[in-house]
């Protein structure tokens, strides 16, 4: 992913390392926290930052020991797989990554994780791994990045892929189409919003039983990641901000409800939040091109597979904000707007509080991590 490196470079960073010692020869990372999570991730980057900031030229191994830790969901660890991935193929280090972790429902992908190939500082051992970063389908792993230059038959041929995949594994018929749809269309919006390439991984758990009721349950565990100058909602905003007088009449309800938010902005509910909710909108989009009309149907396929789910846990990062996916925030009304609060107004409401959240970390692009529990046939 040659954009990757901004997760780097639009790190703001202390002076001093906060948890890295320079040993024998080797440069190690001592991780803190038992829960591996965004935090965690932010403590790794300032001292990458520091790292690269005080020793540009030494590329002395690097050893990332993060003990007996819990990975707080699996974007978290992808994150990490992508901070290996940068500083093994944009900075040349060697990494070595040093963990014993306890797996849930959650996280269980891990085992199928390219992180288990950096447990020594062998150059096979890297090609390797930058191999398996980005392409892999093993067992119960699909993973794939995408090139900025594939077109629609190509997210065609992956939506395919990934519906055969879970199909394989058992996954519920029900779920499989919304599943992939819900995969491919984020892709999609990243060639829209940020013309980026696009990282896709998919995860399926062995099955779990539940003492009170009957049946097996699968965790099925998204993560989507685009790295971009552009935030999720830059492209709308610089539209709107450019009016021309070609929008049509769903434009002008964005202005008008815009208006009325700017009332609600403060410290919890901001404009960039406005402007990411706003990109959900059906029939909205950010691009200048005509083919693209935006609108997609991918919070009312996410609302879906919640309410399916036993269990859900569904996000997005943009910059420093997150957005909390919630099914009963979810249902469109009459006029196909989203209102992502009780009263499911979108022109004169605010969202509910809980949607949005301060970011860990800054993510430059979109990251979105998705998981459902979900009852397999």
Same mark, same amino acid.
């Given at each position: 992913?040659?954009?990757?490196?901004?997760?780097?470079?639009?790190?703001?960073?202390?002076?001093?390392?906060?948890?890295?010692?320079?040993?024998?020869?080797?440069?190690?990372?001592?991780?803190?926290?038992?829960?591996?999570?965004?935090?965690?991730?932010?403590?790794?980057?300032?001292?990458?930052?520091?790292?690269?900031?005080?020793?540009?030229?030494?590329?002395?191994?690097?050893?990332?020991?993060?003990?007996?830790?819990?990975?707080?969901?699996?974007?978290?660890?992808?994150?990490?797989?992508?901070?290996?991935?940068?500083?093994?193929?944009?900075?040349?280090?060697?990494?070595?990554?040093?963990?014993?972790?306890?797996? #849930?429902?959650?996280?269980?992908?891990?085992?199928?994780?390219?992180?288990?190939?950096?447990?020594?500082?062998?150059?096979?051992?890297?090609?390797?791994?930058?191999?398996?970063?980005?392409?892999?389908?093993?067992?119960?792993?699909?993973?794939?990045?995408?090139?900025?230059?594939?077109?629609?038959?190509?997210?065609?041929?992956?939506?395919?892929?990934?519906?055969?995949?879970?199909?394989?594994?058992?996954?519920?018929?029900?779920?499989?189409?919304?599943?992939?749809?819900?995969?491919?269309?984020?892709?999609? #919006?990243?060639?829209?919003?940020?013309?980026?390439?696009?990282?896709?991984?998919?995860?399926?758990?062995?099955?779990?039983?539940?003492?009170?009721?009957?049946?097996?349950?699968?965790?099925?565990?998204?993560?989507?990641? #685009?790295?971009?100058?552009?935030?999720?909602?830059?492209?709308?905003?610089?539209?709107?901000?450019?009016?021309?007088?070609?929008?049509?009449?769903?434009?002008?309800?964005?202005?008008?409800?815009?208006?009325?938010?700017?009332?609600?902005?403060?410290?919890?509910?901001?404009?960039?939040?406005?402007?990411?909710?706003?990109?959900?909108?059906?029939?909205?989009?950010?691009?200048?091109?005509?083919?693209?009309?935006?609108?997609?149907?991918?919070?009312?396929?996410?609302?879906?597979?919640?309410?399916?789910?036993?269990?859900?846990?569904?996000?997005?990062?943009?910059?420093?904000?997150?957005?909390?996916?919630?099914?009963?925030?979810?249902?469109?009304?009459?006029?196909?707007?989203?209102?992502?609060?009780?009263?499911?107004?979108?022109?004169?409401?605010?969202?509910?509080?809980?949607?949005?959240?301060?970011?860990?970390?800054?993510?430059?692009?979109?990251?979105?991590?998705?998981?459902?529990?979900?009852?397999?046939?």
């Amino acid at each position: 992913m040659e954009d990757a490196k901004l997760l780097l470079a639009k790190k703001k960073a202390g002076r001093n390392f906060k948890n890295t010692t320079i040993q024998k020869g080797y440069i190690i990372y001592h991780n803190r926290d038992r829960v591996f999570n965004g935090f965690s991730i932010d403590n790794l980057l300032s001292d990458i930052h520091v790292l690269r900031k005080r020793y540009p030229k030494i590329k002395m191994p690097i050893i990332i020991n993060l003990g007996q830790i819990e990975f707080a969901d699996k974007l978290t660890y992808v994150f990490l797989e992508i901070i290996c991935y940068i500083l093994i193929k944009e900075y040349g280090y060697p990494v070595v990554v040093e963990f014993k972790c306890k797996h #849930n429902i959650w996280i269980e992908g891990i085992s199928s994780s390219p992180l288990l190939l950096l447990n020594n500082t062998n150059k096979k051992s890297m090609y390797k791994y930058l191999e398996k970063f980005e392409s892999d389908i093993y067992k119960k792993h699909y993973r794939k990045v995408m090139g900025k230059n594939e077109d629609k038959e190509d997210l065609s041929k992956r939506m395919d892929d990934i519906a055969y995949f879970l199909k394989y594994l058992g996954v519920n018929e029900d779920c499989i189409d919304e599943l992939s749809e819900v995969t491919i269309e984020l892709a999609g #919006n990243a060639w829209e919003h940020a013309e980026a390439e696009c990282l896709i991984d998919v995860d399926v758990t062995e099955p779990y039983l539940r003492e009170d009721t009957e049946g097996r349950y699968f965790g099925i565990n998204i993560s989507v990641v #685009n790295f971009s100058e552009k935030l999720l909602g830059d492209a709308l905003k610089d539209k709107m901000q450019n009016w021309n007088g070609v929008h049509t009449e769903r434009y002008k309800v964005v202005e008008k409800a815009h208006k009325n938010h700017s009332n609600f902005f403060d410290e919890l509910y901001t404009e960039e939040d406005f402007y990411n909710i706003a990109s959900f909108q059906h029939k909205i989009s950010g691009s200048m091109r005509k083919d693209l009309t935006g609108g997609t149907g991918l919070t009312k396929l996410i609302s879906s597979l919640e309410k399916r789910s036993d269990s859900h846990r569904c996000y997005l990062i943009s910059g420093n904000r997150a957005v909390w996916f919630y099914h009963q925030y979810l249902e469109y009304d009459k006029e196909g707007w989203l209102g992502f609060n009780d009263e499911n107004d979108f022109l004169n409401r605010r969202p509910a509080n809980g949607v949005f959240t301060q970011g860990t970390i800054y993510m430059p692009g979109t990251a979105y991590n998705l998981n459902f529990v979900i009852k397999g046939d």
